[in-house]
């Protein structure tokens, strides 16, 4: 793993193995914020909020997304 500070971070890449859970969540979690609209603009005011923050790494960032984004999830299976 490459560690680079945040500001200087340009791109995230996931790399996964196809049709495994990982994969199915993401796919769950795109085609509901797809539809979604109420969720969609959340998560997009969250994203923004959490941008500007001083981050040491993408953890922290991702970190500080993650109860919204499960809450996002929880709602995604249902509407499955």
């Known amino acids: ?21 990982w994969w199915y969540d993401h796919i769950l979690f795109r085609d509901y914020l797809r539809v979604s609209h109420v969720d969609r603009i959340q998560y997009e005011g969250i994203k923004k909020e959490l941008s500007v923050r001083n981050w040491n790494n993408g953890n922290e960032y991702a970190s500080a997304k993650s109860d919204h984004i499960k809450a996002i999830l929880k709602r995604d299976r249902e509407w499955k």
């Open 1 to 21: 793993m490459v560690d680079i500070h945040h500001e200087h971070r340009k791109t995230h890449i996931h790399v996964v193995p196809l049709h495994s859970n």
